[in-house]
């Protein structure tokens, strides 16, 4: 059993793209909702992929499915928004306008680069998963490069855990020898990458690429460090100074837009406004600071990604830019950046903030907080979840069984989904068997007011409700946690 894929589309600039599943034990926060972007059996709209030398309508991925299990990917575009892409059985059409990157959506994060006219084959054991370009020796050689550089030196991003040499420590001495760890992890990366290429014939491009991803993640390393070690390292007057030696080699990097680079400029910006990593700008008054910051210290691919980007947060949230703040962003950004977010703006404007209106499965609408209202007397728990997120779906069998335990007490479980596409959140209700009660889709919830006044960022989100109608959690365990049985009895009594 296998999965072919067919790429049919003109030689045009490489993006590599990467990307963690955010860490909470680095405060790290998943700003943006996912767009979903499900494959099946369909010709998708085409999305912002990034910057591209051509736009034919001819170029796409075919994709031939024939193994039953849906395989989970993603691809990261040039304003750091995810998207999710599922693999499903049958005859699938991705339109695309460059090359780009598949990530696994796991905790390997495995890398799978996608060049033109290539003929990609899928192994069926999605556990250990195989591919091979047929014909093509020096592509199979790039593409397990980083497969075989995970095995060698753990993961690039650290999605699930922090690795042992990012902690936070008591004394200077033990700082040190953490920092020297990165140093040799990054150099032990490249002399692999050295020895590799010497065996195996790959691209000089490739290998570019490659060096610059480590080198990325090394630099990634090291400013979570001094996050995490921030009082230390100010007590002893060498946090800045630290923080700048990280930020002089992000702006010397070929960079080639790839999504590593990306979060790099966000840490390294969220780091020198004080805030946690990674985390975005969420006013006006926080947009001035950052482009002052980003005026000063932030030159070339890092400064215009970095004065678009937080544009771009604040356009999400549906937060109005004075003229006069956006003009001088335009003086200082690079017209080809600006153009990602002008039209957005300009759409924007005509566009109003939505209230909290929700579908039904079968098309009415409903107020979320009406249903809330409605629900007075009763705890409530909101479960704000996608039909592409795996965590949310796992968690579904939880909910069913939380729902179970309180089924003669007044506690009512409302499911909302932020799914884009509403045939993809109809069958995950029906393969998880929510049923159609309290049940909703929120379309364009990045515009909902709930949504921003409660800063869902990240799924699975789940928020408790007391009987009086006043939130208990805006940010409550998960149904498997035994936590929220505890708040939920707690609040019964």
Avoid at 24 to 40: A, D, H
Avoid at 148 to 154: A, H
Avoid at 242 to 250: A, E, N, Q, T, Y
Avoid at 440 to 445: A, G, W
């Amino acid at each position: 059993m296998s999965v072919t894929i067919f790429i049919f589309f003109d030689l045009c600039k490489i993006n590599f793209f990467r990307m963690s599943l955010l860490d909470n034990t680095t405060t790290f926060m998943l700003l943006g909702i996912f767009s979903l972007l499900t494959i099946n059996n369909n010709e998708i709209k085409n999305h912002n992929f990034g910057f591209s030398r051509n736009n034919k309508d001819t170029d796409s991925i075919i994709i031939e499915c024939n193994i039953d299990t849906t395989l989970s990917f993603y691809y990261i575009d040039s304003l750091y928004k995810g998207h999710p892409i599922f693999i499903k059985k049958g005859i699938n059409k991705l339109p695309v306008n460059y090359e780009f990157q598949l990530i696994k959506a796991d905790k390997t994060q495995a890398l799978f680069t996608i060049q033109p006219n290539e003929f990609l084959v899928f192994s069926h054991d999605f556990a250990s998963l195989k591919l091979k370009f047929e014909k093509n020796k020096q592509r199979n050689n790039e593409l397990i490069f980083f497969k075989q550089l995970v095995d060698n030196s753990g993961s690039l991003r650290h999605g699930f855990h922090s690795p042992y040499y990012i902690k936070k420590v008591n004394s200077v001495s033990k700082f040190h020898q953490n920092e020297l760890e990165v140093n040799r992890i990054e150099a032990n990366r490249l002399a692999f990458l050295d020895s590799f290429s010497q065996v195996n014939s790959i691209s000089n491009m490739f290998y570019k690429l490659s060096s610059e991803i480590i080198l990325e993640s090394g630099i990634n390393d090291k400013l979570l460090l001094y996050s995490v070690n921030k009082e230390l390292l100010e007590k002893e007057g060498i946090y800045n100074l630290k923080l700048d030696s990280c930020i002089k080699r992000i702006n010397n990097l070929e960079v080639s837009h790839t999504v590593s680079f990306m979060e790099l400029c966000q840490t390294a910006l969220a780091l020198k406004m004080k805030k946690p990593p990674m985390e975005s700008i969420s006013s006006v008054a926080q947009l001035q600071d950052a482009i002052l910051i980003i005026n000063n210290i932030f030159f070339r691919t890092p400064k215009n990604f970095l004065l678009v980007k937080c544009v771009n947060d604040l356009l999400d949230a549906d937060i109005e830019i004075p003229d006069s703040l956006y003009s001088k962003i335009r003086e200082n950004c690079d017209k080809n950046w600006f153009k990602l977010i002008e039209s957005k703006r300009k759409k924007n404007s005509k566009v109003g903030l939505n209230q909290t209106l929700m579908q039904t499965l079968y098309g009415e609408d409903v107020d979320l907080e009406k249903v809330i209202k409605n629900e007075k007397g009763n705890i409530i728990l909101l479960d704000f979840w996608a039909s592409w997120c795996k965590p949310c779906r796992d968690e579904m069998k939880n909910s069913k069984a939380l729902k179970e335990i309180y089924a003669n007490e007044p506690v009512k479980f409302i499911y909302i989904s932020v799914d884009k596409n509403l045939n993809d959140w109809k069958s995950a209700c029906n393969n998880d068997k929510i049923g159609d009660t309290a049940n909703y889709i929120l379309p364009n919830s990045q515009k909902s007011l709930f949504v921003i006044q409660n800063k869902i960022y990240s799924l699975p989100r789940y928020i408790l409700i007391g009987k009086n109608g006043k939130i208990i959690s805006k940010d409550a365990p998960r149904p498997g946690d035994l936590k929220l049985r505890t708040l939920i009895d707690k609040s019964l009594k």
